[in-house]
């Protein structure tokens, strides 16, 4: 893995389309890749880690020309990296977040959050979502190899649940075939620890990122490649009607274990 250190042009992005999943208005990446490589994601393939040094001076600047909205942190990659503990941006960011009072959600995977406890219970209106794909090490040593445990991801919304912050789970992204009989013990793990709600969406399959994880599913779990294709087909979602069947399982399941829940 390499870092470069870079100063961005800017931060803040507005999003325009409506953000069901998220509830966001704007959304801020203080670092572009991701260590995590994470082998569904995009950020897998870039080896190169370009850090914003400018990050901070540049959402003061954003800031003072938008109005008040809840800012996503994290959008595409993740902002408690290993790289944030040395640089520290995410933890300036949400520092200005709070002084602007702004309200914001963060995504992510990583325990390192834990360190600033002491911002987020200061922000206004502060989600936290945590992001797992499955309980089972098996399946997580091979896609999140290079994330934090699933066991620690858990135990930081319990610990973020405990200080007053609203947290929940991100089933994201849901990878088919490998985690449908795991969505119960999943969603009644969420509720042990804490989590307020429960957010999900199918894993989705683009370009070059296609190509390395059905790569990959061919060193795996080759019984899958085809009932891939099958799925996918042509397009980067799975067939529509696997969709309705998943969306309809964890409605039913949120509902038992009286849990919010949203889904595209």
Do not use: W
């Amino acid at each position: 893995m390499h870092y470069k250190e870079i100063k961005a042009d800017s931060l803040l992005k507005k999003i325009t389309t409506q953000d069901k999943l998220f509830n966001g208005s704007y959304s801020i990446d203080p670092y572009q890749n991701c260590e995590f490589g994470c082998f569904y994601c995009d950020s897998s393939i870039d080896k190169t880690i370009f850090v914003k040094t400018n990050s901070a001076d540049l959402l003061k600047k954003e800031m003072k020309k938008i109005t008040k909205g809840v800012i996503i942190v994290g959008s595409v990659n993740d902002p408690y990296q290993n790289v944030e503990k040395n640089f520290k941006i995410t933890r300036s960011l949400l520092e200005i977040i709070k002084e602007k009072n702004f309200s914001c959600h963060i995504l992510t995977k990583s325990d390192l959050i834990l360190r600033d406890i002491d911002i987020l219970t200061e922000i206004n209106n502060c989600t936290v979502t945590i992001s797992i794909i499955s309980l089972k090490n098996s399946i997580f040593k091979i896609f999140e190899k290079n994330a934090p445990s699933t066991e620690k991801r858990l135990n930081v919304m319990k610990k973020l649940s405990d200080k007053g912050i609203k947290t929940g789970l991100a089933i994201l992204p849901i990878l088919p075939y490998l985690v449908e009989e795991e969505f119960e013990n999943i969603i009644k793990s969420a509720k042990k620890q804490k989590a307020q709600y429960i957010l999900y969406k199918p894993l989705e399959l683009k370009g070059d990122q296609k190509t390395l994880f059905m790569d990959l599913l061919k060193n795996y779990r080759i019984d899958l490649v085809d009932k891939y294709k099958k799925l996918y087909k042509n397009s980067y979602l799975p067939d529509k009607k696997y969709i309705f069947q998943i969306n309809k399982s964890l409605e039913k399941l949120c509902r038992v274990y009286n849990l919010k829940y949203q889904h595209n």
